[in-house]
């Protein structure tokens, strides 16, 4: 699927940051309550033949999440992280750990900025710094990539019919 708005992934050699940038065509508290609110953000995120989940969902200043990625009725992976701020419609910074690593501690610190641009459109920039350029490597070995892209794609047509 061809989108009018490419995703940018930013993930220069040799160094522990992965920076995504996305362009969308709705105002940015729309986008902002779809990154922030459990059942939006369960209908968008990750790859398209996965279902996510969510165990725990504080998404609030001081709070914390979890979810499970289920592939054909079956559980194939975890994630959580700690909320560090979220400052409506403007930020959300949180840690991410995906729990399919061997050792815990595998971690980044996500800032989520939502910028408001003309004609009601937003403009998503996420830079993730990860423990390691070690981490950041298999992060970006991992589907990461075609579960950004295809979650925004989910994202773009859930924005259009809210």
Known sequence: MTTPNPTQIIAEPGKQE???IREF???????????NDAKLLAQWLGP???TIVF??????????????AIRNGKEI????GAIHEVCAPERI??????????????????TTLFEELPNHRT?????????????RD???ASSMELGVNEGYEKLDTILKNI
């Open 25 to 35: 065509d709705a105002p940015r508290e729309l986008v902002f309550q779809a990154h």
């Open 123 to 135: 403009r998503v920039t996420i830079h993730s710094v990860c423990r390691s350029v070690s981490d």
């Open 48 to 50: 398209k033949d996965l």
């Open 93 to 110: 910074i949180q840690t991410f750990e995906f729990e399919g690593i061997p050792d815990r501690g595998h971690v980044s610190l996500d």
């Open 138 to 140: 298999a992060m970006m």
């Open 55 to 68: 165990d725990k969902f504080n998404h609030v200043s001081g709070g914390s999440y979890r979810y499970k």
């Open 77 to 80: 992976a975890g994630f959580n």
């Open 18 to 20: 992965v920076t995504i």
